[in-house]
């Protein structure tokens, strides 16, 4: 069965995380190989997860005592707060 659009993208961490199933890896393939938008939006994930992860980097640097996935909590959570102010 075909994946929808809405299921490819509440199911896009998983798919980045390499958390899912070999089926389901199949699945989300041939959809992005039919679905332009869809294989646009995994393509824009990827982007700014590698920006999140590197910008992590770059404030660890100056901060021993933060692990980089504090430092990605720290920009997700100033992210979200901006986007629910409409920023």
């Given amino acids: ?3 929808t659009c809405r ?3 509440e199911q896009a961490d998983a798919f980045l995380d390499e958390e899912t199933s070999l089926t389901q890896r199949l699945q989300f393939r041939l959809h992005m ?3 332009n938008g869809c294989a646009r ?3 824009q994930m990827r ?3 590698s920006l999140i992860t590197a910008e992590a980097r ?3 640097a100056g901060q021993d005592d ?3 996935d504090t430092c ?3 920009i997700l959570a100033a992210f979200n707060d901006g986007k629910q102010s409409g920023v």
Wanted: proline content about 0%.
């Fill in 58 to 60: 770059s404030l660890k």
């Fill in 41 to 43: 939006f995994i393509g």
């Fill in 47 to 49: 982007v700014t997860r």
């Fill in 33 to 35: 190989s039919m679905c």
């Fill in 7 to 9: 299921e490819l993208a």
């Fill in 66 to 68: 933060k692990t980089v």
């Fill in 1 to 3: 069965m075909m994946l």
């Fill in 72 to 74: 990605i909590d720290s």
